[in-house]
């Protein structure tokens, strides 16, 4: 399926289920964001590698879980 035919699918699936006006107002929802993504996510994690990061969150996984 294309794109076009996912959205116009999910357009039909909207209205069919919150009819026409409805469908609308949850499209109104829609946030794309806002700022760079990548530009946060590398002031946050810097040249974080995964297996840098996983081996930090075995580091702080507790020595015994609870059951």
């Known amino acids: 399926m294309s794109l076009y035919e996912i959205r116009m699918e999910g ?8 009819g026409p006006a409805g469908a609308m107002r949850f499209m109104m929802q829609y946030d794309p964001g806002h700022g760079d993504y990548s530009k946060e ?3 946050l994690f810097g040249h974080l ?19």
């Open 11 to 18: 357009w039909k699936a909207l209205t069919e289920r919150l």
């Open 41 to 43: 996510r590398h002031e």
């Open 49 to 67: 590698t995964l297996d840098e990061l996983l081996e930090s969150l075995e580091r702080a996984r507790p020595e015994d879980p609870p059951p």
